[in-house]
Nanobody, 122 residues
Framework: QAHLVETGGGLVEAGGSLRLSCTTD????????MGWLRRPPGKAREFVAT????????YYAESVEGRFTISRDDAKNTVYLQMNDLKPEDTAVYYC???????????????WGQGTQVTVSS
């Protein structure tokens, strides 16, 4: 079984919405600050959002603040990314990660799922 399994991507028009899901094993989910990152075409992977394991506090990249919401379901070992008012610049492969959030930065583990493609048409 894959360590991290992302689903929910697709093709959507600008202004539309998508919800991504990421499921992992219970021990991973309980130990780490689950997060979402993305890799736009031709660019490096970048931080999108994270939710702290112990406090539940949410942190977002400035580019998605107010449009995206991260949440988690502890019973299902699943983290979600609700994406509203999508823009063409949100087009990317989205990955979840079991990293750590410290001092304003997200430190991703170097273990990646296959990601899920999000394409926003103008």
């Amino acid at each position: 079984q894959a360590h991290l399994v992302e689903t929910g991507g697709g093709l959507v028009e600008a202004g539309g919405s998508l919800r991504l899901s990421c499921t992992t094993d219970q021990s991973t989910f309980a130990m780490y600050d689950m997060g979402w990152l993305r890799r736009p075409p031709g660019k490096a992977r970048e931080f999108v959002a994270t939710i702290e394991r112990d406090t539940g506090r949410e942190y977002y990249a400035e580019s998605v603040e107010g449009r995206f919401t991260i949440s988690r379901d502890d019973a299902k070992n699943t983290v979600y990314l609700q994406m509203n008012d999508l823009k063409p610049e949100d087009t990317a492969v989205y990955y979840c990660n079991d990293g750590k959030y410290r001092d304003g930065s997200y430190y991703a583990n170097n273990r990646w799922g296959q990601g899920t493609q999000v394409t926003v048409s103008s």
